[in-house]
Nanobody, 116 residues
Framework: QVQLVESGGGLVQPGGSLKLSCAAA????????VSWYRQAPGKERELVAD????????SYAAFVKGRFTISRDNAKNTVYLQMNSLKPEDTAVYYC?????????WGQGTQVTVSS
């Protein structure tokens, strides 16, 4: 079955850290440009970070720059999002997206809640 599966979300206090994983099943993730998006209640989905297939080019939204790090392990068919110094406004469902040519995959999302 071809799918992307996110994991690693949860409840964390402000200032804490979480590491999200996006694992591909049924296809080779190393070919794909991968992005993390998030969607908070009542808001539109927004781009958080992305990484090229080779992992040589990374980009971040201004609101996470310096706090979040995207990385990939192609041998494990997985992309990660390390989130540090979390803020309540980072609360959202986080989604993984993979694109290669016209082939697009979305994961089901993982909830991240930052609250004391």
């Amino acid at each position: 079955q071809v799918q992307l599966v996110e994991s690693g979300g949860g409840l964390v206090q402000p200032g804490g850290s979480l590491k999200l994983s996006c694992a591909a099943a049924g296809f080779t993730l190393s070919r794909y440009f991968v992005s993390w998006y998030r969607q908070a209640p009542g808001k539109e989905r927004e781009l958080v970070a992305d990484i090229t297939s080779g992992g040589d080019t990374l980009s971040y939204a201004a609101f996470v720059k310096g706090r979040f790090t995207i990385s990939r392990d192609n041998a494990k068919n997985t992309v990660y999002l390390q989130m540090n110094s979390l803020k309540p406004e980072d609360t959202a469902v986080y989604y993984c997206n993979a694109v290669w040519l016209v082939d697009v995959h979305w994961g089901q999302g993982t909830q991240v809640t930052v609250s004391s």
